[in-house]
C-alpha cells in the first residue's frame, strides 16, 4: 500500500517502519546499541511532517547534545522540504532555555539572563564558602556545588530539602544563598534552567496549556539517561501528545548524574504504553564486534533483556594489545592508526580513541602531535570553556548584563590593573552591604582602590558605547582589543595559541550569525499580549518565517509588522523574544548563550579531518569506522570510585558496552602495565572487561597475561622491555575488594593481580598496587 512506497520508508525492517509510522498514542522503543532507534526517531519526524499528520510546530523532540539537534535538523531537512525552523529540537537544557527566554518576566528573570557553566558555578559556590569563612576542607566548594545540583535534579528548592542533621541544614542554608546570588546576579546554572522552566509549566496553567496544544508530538532520544525532573517536566509538556521514547536500558550511564532508568518502567505505566516496540538488527557493526558486546553486557543482572543480531558477516576479531606504559600504549595506538589510514585507508574523522577518564588523553595528545597527527578532543577543555575563552565571554558578558559578578570578578584585574585582592574584598563588603551588584557598587568605592575599580567600568562603559550599532564580528574584535586581552597574550612567551583561541571567537561568532544565525521564526513565538500565538498575528502580516537574518534581511521585513519582527537563534534555532515585554534579545546575547551551552555539552562539534579522542561518555549515540579503547584495567575501566558496590561495576560494565557498540569495522582493546596517572605511578590489573568477551571474537597482539609471565612484545620497543623483570613474588593484594564476588571470570582470578616483585628498578616512585589505591580526583 501507500505505506510501503513511501521513499521515507523504503530501506527500513519491518519493526522500524512500523516505529516510523505508527498512528499515535505513545510508545517505547526499547532497543540495544545501533539498531536505527536514533534514526527511527528522525524518520519519524518526518513522516509525521509529510504526511501532514503534524505541522513544525507541533513538534517537540530532545535530544542528549547539541551536536545530536543539529545532526537531527540537517538529516530532516535532507528527507522532508519542510521549515525545521519552527520545531522545537534540541536538548533538555537548550529547550527549557528556550522556554525560559520566551517567559522571562513571567519566571522573574532578566530578559539577558546568562548560562553559568559548571565552572562559572564552582567560582560563585567558592566565592560564597569564602565569603561566609567556611573552610574547603570542612566543605569541598565541589561537594557544595554537587549538592545544589543533585537538589535540582530531585526538583527540590531549599525548603523542600528534608533536614536530617546539622550538616544537611549547612548545606541548605548554603544553597540558599547561592540561589539569592544568582538570581541577584542575573545567572542561572544548568539544574536551574531546567528547574525552572518545569515550575513555570507545574504552576502556570496558561502556559502550560498554551504548549500542551502546541506539541500534538514528543520525542524523545536516550530516554534512558533522563533524570527524575527530566522526566516530570515531559510529562507536563507532554498533556496529551503523542510520545515517542527511544531508549536502551544497557546504555544508561549517567547514574552519577541523577539519570533514573527506572523512568523507562514508569513511562510504560504512566503513559499507558501498550507494545513497547523492539528492535533487533544491528545496522552498525560487524558480528564479532557485536558478540563481544553482548557477551560483556550479559555479565550485568540488572536488565530488561534484548537481543541484537547483525547480518554484516563477522569482520575482524577484536585486538587487545598491553604495552609496557602509558607512554608505549599511546605509541602504539597512534601506529595503528596511521597503518589504518595509509594500508588500509580508513579516513581521519572515522577513527576514534576512547578512554575512560580525560586525564588518559595527555599521553594520547603528545604522541599524536609527535607523529604530526590531527586530532581533536572532547571532553576535556573545549573550546568555550577555554581560560582566555572565558575570559573574553567574561568582558562581553559585562556588556550585557554588569550584574554579573561572576564575569566581574573574573576579568576586573585580568589583565592586571593593579586592582588588589584587598580592594575586591573591600568592594564585595561594600556590595554586600549596599545589596548591589559589585558593578554597581564601584561608584561607592573610595581612594586609590576605587579609581583603579571606576577605570574599569569607564573601560567597560567606553566599550558598550563604541559597540552600539556593531555587528557581532565587530563587537567581539573591539572587546579583543580594548580589554587587553590580545595585547596581553601577545605578550606572552607561550601566548600564540590563546590568541589564535581568541581570533577564532570571532570566526565562531561569524558562524553563529550565518550559520546557526537569526532568522524570522515566527512559528517560535508562543504568545501575544492577548493569549493568542503571536505566530497567526505575524504570518496574517506576511512575516516570511525562512528568511535567513543578517542585518540587511531585517531591513527588508514588511514595515508593518509589528515589533518584535525577529530574534535570535541559538545552536537549538531558539527564537528569544520574551512574550511579556515583546523584546528580543541582542545578537551579543543569543551568542553568548550559544556558548554557555556549547561549553555544557558533552560533546563538541564533529572534526573534520582529525582523529577524534573523547571519553567514553561523550561518545554516546556516535558511531566510527574504528575505535581504540584505552586503558583497560582494574581502577581505571571499570573506574576504582564505581568498584565498591554492584550498582557501580555495572555502570561501568554498560559503558564498556557503550564504547565497544561505537565501532563498525575495527574495534581496539588497549592496556598498560604501568601507568602515570594524577601524579602516580599505578601498577594495574588487566580489566575483567576483557575476561568477559568471547574468546573467539578476540585475538591477543601480545601474549595473554599470565601469571609471571613475559609480557614483551614485539611493538613495546628497547626501553620498556629492558625494564621488566618478569619475576613473580607472593600475590600481595589489595584493593579491598573481592574479584571473585562479581563472578563470570572463572579462572582468572590468580592472573590478573599484579604482584609487587614482577617490576624492578622503580624503588623511588610511589607505588599503589591494584585497584583500591587510587588517589581519588
Ligand atoms: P545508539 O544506541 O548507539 O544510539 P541507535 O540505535 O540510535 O544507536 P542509529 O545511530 O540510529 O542507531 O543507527 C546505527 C547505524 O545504522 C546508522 O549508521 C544508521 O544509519 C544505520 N541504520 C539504521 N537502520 C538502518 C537500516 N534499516 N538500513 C541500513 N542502515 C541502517
Ligand atoms: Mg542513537
Known amino acids: 500500500g501507500a505505506r510501503q512506497d513511501n521513499p521515507l520508508l523504503v530501506g527500513l525492517n519491518p519493526e522500524q517502519a512500523a516505529a516510523v509510522s505508527f498512528a499515535g498514542g505513545n510508545t517505547l522503543i526499547l532497543a540495544g546499541a545501533g539498531s536505527g532507534k536514533t534514526r527511527v526517531l528522525t524518520t519519524r519526524i518526518a513522516w509525521l511532517l509529510q504526511t501532514g499528520q503534524a505541522s513544525p510546530g507541533g513538534i517537540l523532540a530532545v535530544t542528549f547534545t547539541n551536536k545530536a539537534a543539529r545532526e537531527m535538523v540537517t538529516r530532516l531537512s535532507a528527507m522532508v522540504p519542510v521549515s525545521v525552523r519552527g520545531m522545537w529540537i534540541g536538548t533538555f537544557h537548550g529547550l527549557c532555555n528556550r522556554m525560559l527566554r520566551a517567559h522571562a518576566q513571567t519566571v522573574g528573570l532578566p530578559k539577558q539572563f546568562q548560562i553559568l557553566d559548571m565552572q562559572d558555578q564552582l567560582s560563585a559556590v567558592k566565592r560564597i564558602l569564602k565569603a561566609h569563612n567556611i573552610d574547603s576542607e570542612m566543605l569541598p566548594p565541589k561537594k557544595l556545588q554537587s549538592f545544589i545540583n543533585s537538589c535540582k535534579e530531585e526538583g527540590m528548592r531549599p525548603g523542600d530539602v528534608p533536614m536530617r542533621d546539622a550538616e544537611t541544614r549547612q548545606r541548605v542554608e548554603l544553597y540558599q544563598i547561592y540561589e539569592q546570588q544568582c538570581q541577584k546576579e542575573g545567572v542561572v546554572d544548568f539544574g536551574e534552567l531546567m528547574l525552572r522552566s518545569y515550575e513555570l509549566l507545574r504552576d502556570n496553567a496558561a502556559v502550560r496549556q498554551h504548549y500542551q496544544g502546541r506539541f500534538q508530538h514528543v520525542l524523545v532520544d536516550e530516554f534512558q539517561d533522563t533524570n527524575r525532573l527530566q522526566y516530570q517536566w515531559l510529562k507536563l509538556i507532554a498533556g496529551g501528545a503523542s510520545v515517542v521514547a527511544v531508549g536502551d536500558d544497557d546504555q544508561s550511564i549517567y547514574a552519577f548524574r541523577g539519570a533514573r532508568v527506572g523512568n523507562m518502567a514508569d513511562f510504560v505505566r504512566e503513559f499507558g504504553v501498550q507494545n513497547p516496540i523492539k528492535l533487533e538488527q544491528n545496522y552498525r557493526s560487524y558480528s564479532h564486534i557485536l558478540d563481544s558486546a553482548n557477551a560483556l553486557i550479559a555479565h550485568n543482572s540488572q536488565r530488561l533483556g534484548k537481543t541484537l543480531r547483525t547480518d554484516q558477516g563477522a569482520g575482524e576479531a577484536l585486538r587487545i594489545h598491553e ?206 499580549e492577548h493569549g493568542q500565538p503571536i505566530s497567526q498575528s505575524l504570518a496574517s502580516q506576511g512575516v516570511d518565517m525562512d528568511v535567513p537574518w543578517n542585518g540587511a534581511a531585517v531591513q527588508q521585513l514588511p514595515s508593518h509588522a509589528p515589533a518584535p519582527q525577529y530574534a535570535a537563534l541559538d545552536a537549538n534555532q531558539s527564537l528569544f523574544v520574551d512574550v511579556d515585554t515583546g523584546e528580543t534579545l541582542t545578537p551579543l546575547a543569543a551568542f553568548l548563550t550559544h ?126 622491555a629492558g625494564r621488566w623483570s618478569g619475576s613473580s613474588a607472593g600475590g600481595q593484594r589489595q584493593g579491598g575488594y573481592e574479584r571473585s564476588s562479581y563472578g563470570s571470570s572463572g579462572g582468572a582470578e590468580d592472573v590478573s593481580y599484579r604482584e609487587s616483585g614482577r617490576y624492578s628498578g622503580f624503588g623511588s616512585k610511589q607505588i599503589s598496587y591494584g585497584a583500591g589505591s587510587v588517589p581519588p580526583q
Open 323 to 528: 604495552s609496557v606504559n602509558d607512554l608505549a600504549e599511546a605509541r602504539w595506538i597512534v601506529d595503528e592508526v596511521r597503518q589504518l589510514m595509509q594500508a588500509d585507508g580508513f579516513a581521519h574523522n572515522e577513527i576514534a580513541v576512547l578512554y575512560r577518564s580525560n586525564a588518559q588523553s595527555r599521553s594520547l595528545e603528545s604522541a599524536l602531535i609527535a607523529a604530526k597527527l590531527p586530532y581533536r578532543i572532547y571532553g576535556g577543555l573545549r573550546f568555550f570553556e577555554r581560560a582566555e575563552i572565558k575570559h573574553a565571554l567574561a568582558y562581553l558578558r559585562l556588556l550585557e548584563n554588569p550584574s554579573d559578578d561572576t564575569s566581574f570578578l573574573r576579568v576586573v584585574n585580568f589583565p592586571t590593573r593593579g586592582i588588589g585582592a584587598r580592594s575586591i574584598e573591600a568592594l564585595q563588603d561594600l556590595a554586600g552591604a549596599n545589596q548591589q551588584s559589585l558593578y554597581a557598587a564601584v561608584a561607592g568605592m573610595e581612594g586609590r582602590a576605587g579609581d583603579k575599580l571606576r577605570g574599569f567600568v569607564t573601560l567597560i562603559e567606553q566599550l558598550r558605547q563604541a559597540s552600539m550599532g556593531q555587528t557581532l564580528r565587530d563587537v567581539i574584535g573591539l572587546t579583543l582589543e580594548h580589554s587587553g586581552l590580545l595585547e596581553h597574550f601577545r605578550a606572552e612567551k607561550d601566548g600564540l595559541d590563546r590568541v589564535e583561541n581568541l581570533e577564532e571567537l570571532v570566526n565562531a561568532a561569524e558562524n553563529f550569525v550565518t550559520q546557526e544565525g537569526y532568522a524570522v521564526d515566527v512559528t517560535s513565538l508562543p504568545m501575544d
Open 595 to 720: 556558548a554557555a551551552l556549547e561549553a555544557g555539552d558533552n560533546q563538541a562539534q564533529a572534526g573534520q579531518e582529525a582523529i577524534q579522542l573523547m571519553t567514553v561518555h561523550a561518545s554516546k549515540g556516535l558511531e566510527f569506522d574504528a575505535v581504540f579503547i584505552a586503558g583497560l584495567e582494574e581502577g581505571l575501566f571499570p573506574h576504582y570510585n564505581s568498584m565498591t558496590d554492584q550498582d557501580g561495576v555495572e555502570e561501568e560494565r554498560r559503558l564498556m558496552y557503550v564504547a565497544i557498540t561505537r565501532a563498525r569495522k575495527r574495534l581496539y582493546l588497549s592496556l598498560a602495565q604501568e601507568r602515570m596517572l594524577n601524579g602516580q605511578t599505578q601498577y594495574n590489573v588487566q580489566s575483567r572487561f576483557l575476561d568477559e568477551l568471547p574468546e573467539e571474537s578476540v585475538r591477543w597482539l601480545t601474549p595473554k597475561r599470565q601469571a609471571g609471565a613475559q609480557g614483551a612484545g614485539g611493538s613495546f620497543g628497547a626501553a620498556g
